[in-house]
């Protein structure tokens, strides 16, 4: 139609034809703006009264993508999630910037034209021998997409911000009683003194089936959701063209196959891909196999009972997986169960009495201020006695008894006194870093927060999902 058209533009008939076809575009094109089939609403973020548009996010996102390896941008272009993360921190960092911006605007802030001069002038990127090259400006500035009007403002932009949060990163000193404090919490001690009354130092008879059904009713075993897997693997070496386009073709026919009816295993052997039986696993108990990263198990949850994936680029080649069959989270059977139930019924029976002894020592401690065998101990945050001893002498007052339980024992703490730590000198210049930098975090947090209340961030959902969503 198209090649008539040229051939015979000249003829009456033809622009005739050539006017009809403009007039269906052109109208075609009013009618959608006119009834609201176009955007014309091009803003994906308002933050405060100024717009992101597609067009600065597309920008940035090209940007942040050049940065990453070739893997890594693999993985977003095939992995959805991966994809609508990176998005999200794409979008997340132009509403940062622009807050800051914004905020410089207000304030009145001007960066002038001999401002950003000076700052390409000193950019090393932009030197030869120590020296500003045009030649080497025009060059970084085609590669990376920015035309120079770009450019100068991406620095504007930078200035400003750095106007606008410089003063924030500025340390703030720390008090000296405040880090003395601090290192006194830190790195003090407390005497101790605590008995200790064993689960095993209790016998108990065997369970009856009565008292093992009892004690399972309290503490069922719910066994978490199974999946029997395979998959395909048509190994390639991914970062050489010649055989990753070879081994894609290989692919696509497992693929064309299996959507064809043929097993995977069938599909595998035909065109001599690996085919691979995982069993059934659940989540936290997968088989040792190179295949089964993080995200492929997590890929694997996601999917439906007796079907297989879509071809997935790995970096050992092209994969398919299938769910064979799904055995969802269940309660195990009495029967199932009952053997291993007894040495559990057994510990909670010696728990019992256990306790019940801690607290005959601890009533005793109480009347008397006397805890026979105890032993004695001065204690750190982290040394000098069982964690859960550790934890109940920093968090009760001086003074306390109390009964602390552990994993195979209660113990019967008595707290007596806190003694302060010896002065280090090197470790209080450490803290009192740290707590500079815990400082200037938390100014800073408190200013994104302003930022975050003073120019509000809103994401147009409807331009979002149309350009941008998954």
Do not use: C
């Amino acid at each position: 139609m198209l090649e008539y058209l040229r051939n015979a533009s000249e003829k009456p008939v033809a622009k005739i034809l050539i006017a009809l076809l403009a007039f269906s575009f052109v109208g075609w094109g009013v009618a959608e703006w006119i009834f609201g089939g176009g955007v014309a609403d091009n803003a994906l973020v308002r933050v405060g009264n100024t717009e992101i548009s597609v067009n600065e996010f597309n920008l940035e996102k090209s940007r942040e993508l050049a940065k990453l390896t070739k893997e890594e941008q693999r993985d977003i272009y095939t992995d959805s999630a991966a994809q609508g993360e990176f998005n999200q921190k794409v979008l997340t960092k132009l509403a940062t910037q622009q807050m800051a911006e914004n905020r410089a605007d207000d304030l009145g802030f001007v960066v002038s034209d001999k401002r950003i001069a000076r700052e390409i002038r000193e950019y090393p990127e932009f030197q030869v021998n120590g020296e500003f090259s045009t030649l080497a400006f025009d060059t970084v500035l085609n590669n990376s997409g920015y035309s120079e009007a770009d450019f100068a403002q991406v620095l504007r932009n930078d200035v400003l911000r750095s106007m606008v949060l410089g003063a924030m990163s500025v340390q703030v000193p720390v008090p000296d009683f405040v880090v003395k404090a601090t290192y006194n919490a830190r790195y003090g001690l407390r005497d101790v003194e605590y008995a200790t009354v064993k689960y095993s130092d209790f016998s108990v008879d065997n369970p009856s089936d009565d008292h093992l059904r009892e004690y399972y009713a309290k503490n069922p075993q719910v066994l978490p959701e199974q999946r029997s897997v395979s998959y395909v693997i048509v190994p390639t070496e991914m970062a050489q063209p010649d055989k990753y386009d070879k081994g894609y073709a290989t692919a696509v026919k497992v693929e064309d196959d299996i959507i064809a009816g043929e097993s995977m295993q069938d599909a595998a052997e035909k065109h001599g891909a690996k085919y691979v039986n995982l069993g059934t696993f659940d989540r936290d108990s997968r088989p040792v196999d190179a295949v089964l990263t993080d995200k492929i198990v997590a890929k694997l949850f996601d999917m439906e009972e007796a079907l297989e994936s879509e071809m997935i680029e790995t970096k050992d080649g092209f994969l398919f997986l299938r769910v064979d069959k799904v055995i969802p989270e269940h309660t195990a059977e009495f029967e199932s169960v009952k053997k291993s139930l007894v040495a559990d019924w057994k510990k909670e029976e010696q728990k019992k009495q256990a306790y019940v002894r801690a607290n005959e020592v601890l009533v005793d401690l109480n009347k008397s201020n006397d805890l026979p065998g105890a032993k004695k101990a001065s204690v750190s945050r982290t040394d000098g006695a069982p964690l859960e001893l550790l934890v109940a002498a920093f968090r009760n007052a001086v003074g306390t008894n109390t009964i602390v339980p552990g994993t195979d024992a209660f113990y019967v703490l008595s707290i007596k006194e806190s003694v302060a730590p010896v002065v280090d000198d090197k470790k209080m210049d450490v803290l009192r870093r740290e707590m500079h930098n815990v400082s200037k975090r938390a100014i800073m947090d408190d200013y994104n927060s302003f930022l975050m209340r003073e120019y509000p961030m809103q994401v147009n959902e409807k331009v979002f999902n149309r350009f941008i969503g998954n």
